[in-house]
């Protein structure tokens, strides 16, 4: 991805072949490969081609062009890219194509705008250079669309969270109590509703946490390293994993510590972030004394 910055595209060696995009493995035996890159290109041959004639606002252009299979001089495989060749009529099997290149370029493969027929590379003639720095990120779009039934339970569960309550289910045949609106108790396979619900406590004992270092992948808001802890609650088998941990500094977090529930305020609900799980705002420490039991720090859940 740096190389295209540099208006470069390289391959990497497997053996006596040249893959292109350079992959990390043998694409055959999917052994490792050393890091030994060669330039290929710039030009390359249309292998294969598909014509778009009425691109939508996802094609890479506003109008009519191909999708082609173009092998680089220098390659043994194709890349898959665009080819800007004005009419249908431009495009052949066997036709030579050369890239054209964005002015500003990121380090992705779309810095490479599309190819074009003939031997020479086009260059804007506001072209903006390399970047300083090896590209160690890229960007990219996607999107997925989930559609899950909300159960009965799942409302009441919800619903509880609005009044600042945890609503747990107790399994009548073998006592267990689950909280988060499930159906059903796993090992009994026995439906649970509204005549198994218990109101849960309170307060509970940290018995695992992890220190997270936060990864700036984007919409990402943490930029320090935050705690995330696992509840038990008192008096039941319910352990509320990854929870926040207010006022606390990370240095300061243990297996043992004792923590209530802090909810939001009307008020405050109304600042919470749109992905908050609910009117839960997390954790505070009791000052009571620690828990002591060495075995507390198995209970994640
Ligand atoms: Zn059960």
């Known amino acids: 991805m740096t190389a295209l910055t540099d208006r470069r595209i390289i391959g990497i060696r497997s053996g006596d072949r040249v893959v292109v995009p350079p992959l990390e493995w043998d694409p055959d035996t999917g052994e490792e490969l050393a890091h030994d890159f060669v330039d290929v290109g710039p030009a390359g041959t249309v292998e294969s081609w598909s014509w778009v004639a009425s691109p939508t ?45 964005r002015a500003a370029r990121t380090g992705h493969i779309t810095d490479l705008e599309a190819f074009v027929p003939g031997e020479e590379p086009v260059v804007p003639s506001d072209d903006g250079g390399a970047v300083d720095e090896p590209v160690t990120m890229m960007d990219y779009n996607a999107s997925i669309t989930y559609t899950l039934p909300v159960t009965p339970n799942a409302k009441r569960a919800e619903q509880a969270n609005e009044e600042g309550r945890f609503l747990g289910l107790k399994c009548p045949v073998c006592g267990r109590t689950y909280t988060g609106g499930r159906g059903y108790c796993p090992v009994d396979s026995v439906a649970l509703g509204p005549e198994h619900e218990v109101d849960l406590p309170q307060n509970g004992t940290i018995t695992n946490y992890t220190i997270i270092t936060p990864v700036q992948y984007p919409g990402q808001t943490e930029t320090e390293p935050f705690a995330r802890v696992h509840v038990w609650l008192d008096d039941t088998d319910v352990v509320l994993g990854y929870q926040p941990l207010l006022d606390t500094p990370n240095d300061d977090v243990r ?47």
Do not use: C, Y
Not at 282 to 287: A, E, F, H, L, N
């Open 57 to 101: 606002e996802q094609h890479p252009l506003d109008h009519p062009f191909a999708f082609a299979l173009v092998r680089l001089d220098g390659a043994d495989t194709a890349i898959l890219h665009a080819v800007d060749a004005g009419s249908i009529d431009a495009m052949s099997t066997g036709m030579r194509v050369a890239p054209r290149w």
């Open 255 to 301: 297996i043992g510590m004792r923590v209530s529930a802090v909810w939001a305020s009307d008020a405050e609900l109304k600042d919470l972030a749109s992905n908050a799980e609910g009117r839960l705002l997390g954790w505070m420490p009791t000052g009571e004394p620690d828990v002591t039991d060495p075995d507390l720090v198995n209970r994640i859940q």
